[in-house]
């Protein structure tokens, strides 16, 4: 049997916050600290000392409550944050995906902020060509490709999000896919089912994925291991129905 490569190690990492009491005081409170003496800045704990392996192929769900430190690791992983101390390894390329995918322009029309979207995903010009008729059938939003995104709705914005995104993945097919609450708000119902079902064919891919989602049927359909995050710290790890059990029961 042939033993599957080790696509991201975790060693000790904890992160934490400075966190800028200035930035929304009043002149009068800052005056009131002038006159009292300066206030200590304060800090944040958002990870403390985790540690984690995801092997090639392996599904993880991430559970836990809002501010436990999801999106936190996800990031730290993905290297939009660095981690304050310890190690992080990835041995593969990697996706960070979240619920409405890349920042659109509101300014340029759905046409141009696919074609936008796609090259700040590393997709040439000929690439996104030839995903672009795909991308806008998914999205059900032919009729507005020549409109500009600021005559969008929020959902109409979210689905096109998600469709370049999961596109343009799918082009890339990455080793690591890491998954953050993608569908927190892509749309309708029926639009959400036909987005589970598209990224289904990217877990089941073989790419090591690390996933996180409040909505733990779709965790349970997929983890093949669970990771309970609370306050920053990893308190359960293993079989996704025992972690899930222990989370309804302590956690929620």
């Known amino acids: 049997m042939i033993d599957k490569i080790e696509r991201i190690r975790i060693e000790s990492v904890f ?3 400075n966190i800028d009491y200035r930035k929304n005081e009043s002149t ?4 009131l600290e002038f006159l009292g003496g300066k206030k200590e800045k304060q800090e944040r704990i958002a990870l403390e000392k985790i540690s984690l392996t995801v092997k090639s192929g392996e599904i993880v ?5 809002n501010g436990a430190g999801k ?16 190690i992080v390894r990835k041995n593969g390329s990697s996706i960070y995906l979240i619920a409405t995918g890349l920042g659109l322009m509101p300014k340029l029309t759905m046409r141009e902020n696919i074609f936008l979207a796609g090259a700040i995903m590393g997709l040439d010009q000929k690439e996104i060509k030839q995903r672009f008729d795909q991308i806008v059938e998914f999205s059900g939003l032919g009729e507005f490709v020549d409109s500009k995104i600021y005559q969008f709705s929020a959902g109409m914005i979210a689905r096109l999000g998600f469709s370049v ?16 609450e993608v569908f927190g708000d892509v749309g ?14 990217l877990i089941r891919g073989g790419a090591s994925v690390l996933m996180s989602s409040h909505d733990i049927d779709i965790l349970r359909r997929y983890s093949q291991r669970m990771i309970l995050l609370d306050k920053g710290k990893i308190i359960r790890e293993g079989d996704p129905e025992g972690v899930i059990d222990f989370y309804l ?3 929620v």
């Open 188 to 201: 309708d119902e029926n639009f959400k089912l036909k987005s589970i079902k598209k990224m289904e064919e």
């Open 61 to 65: 769900g991430i559970i836990g409550r």
């Open 15 to 17: 992160k934490k916050f």
């Open 165 to 180: 995104t999961l596109f343009c993945v799918q082009h890339r097919n990455p080793e690591i896919l890491l998954i953050d």
């Open 249 to 251: 029961k302590n956690i």
């Open 71 to 86: 999106s936190t690791l996800l990031k730290i992983i993905a290297g939009i944050y660095e981690p304050t101390s310890g």
């Open 28 to 31: 009068l409170s800052r005056f």
